[in-house]
């Protein structure tokens, strides 16, 4: 089983729509989390980080279940520049390494 | 504000060739890391660098070698190449447990 999972998509949906990404992890001692972007051909960008009580950023909110050990990416009025591969990073409490789960691709379209 | 660099940004070599990618940051970061990409397969950590002078395995370590003798540079070697090591290969360095930044990364291909 990997580390990180996440459901590799595409997930296709109409501009405007509601669209939720799930990772989940399997090490109990991992302790930050992220989420990036990465578009075709280019280097992965923080999207934004994860937080215990959640958080917002516009039209991305991003949740943790820590007793499910999954993280959640949710994107609201989706628009066409969203279409990339979102990526789930995981870091552990041992050391520093960034741990990547293979990535959702979405495209929306008009 | 340069940020990370790698060089080359392409390249193709021959089975059992040798090469070196450079990765340079600018940002005084102490975390250095190697990933490869390969179709479907996310990015991969090959080796990191946890501070000048050290290196640690990662996921898939083997065919490759690093170093780490300055602080702002890491370089990852391949000693002999092999066509199973063409990949698009991405460095990225960070404080820690933060953001980490990487570079455009380095199109390889072995024939």
């Known amino acids: 089983r990997k580390e990180v999972e996440q459901d590799p998509g595409p997930f296709n949906v109409p501009e405007g729509a509601t669209v939720a990404f799930n990772c989940t992890y399997s090490n109990s001692a991992s302790q930050s989390f992220f989420w990036y972007r990465q578009d075709c051909r280019k280097e992965p960008k923080l999207l934004m980080s994860?937080?215990?009580s959640g958080n917002e950023d516009g039209r991305f909110t991003a949740q943790l279940n820590r007793a499910s050990q999954y993280i959640s990416l949710l994107i609201r009025d989706s628009k066409l520049s969203d279409s990339a591969t979102y990526l789930c990073?995981?870091?552990?409490?041992?050391?520093?390494?960034?741990?990547f789960g293979g990535g959702t691709r979405l495209m929306v379209k008009p | 504000n340069a940020g990370v660099t790698q060089t080359p940004k392409f390249r193709v070599l021959k089975t059992g060739q040798s090469m070196t990618l450079l990765c340079a940051q600018d940002m005084n970061h102490e975390y250095m890391y190697w990933y490869r990409q390969d179709p479907g397969m996310g990015l991969r950590l090959i080796h990191y660098?946890?501070?000048?002078?050290?290196?640690a395995k990662g996921e898939v370590p083997d065919g490759y070698n690093v170093s780490r003798l300055k602080k702002q540079n890491f370089l990852l070697g391949l000693e002999s190449a092999a066509p199973s090591q063409t990949s698009v290969y991405f460095c990225a360095s960070s404080w820690g447990r933060i953001e980490a930044f990487f570079g455009q990364g380095t199109r390889l291909t072995v024939v």
């Open positions: 660098s946890v501070g000048e002078g050290t290196t």
């Open positions: 990073v995981v870091i552990h409490n041992a050391g520093n390494m960034l741990t």
């Open positions: 994860v937080y215990s």
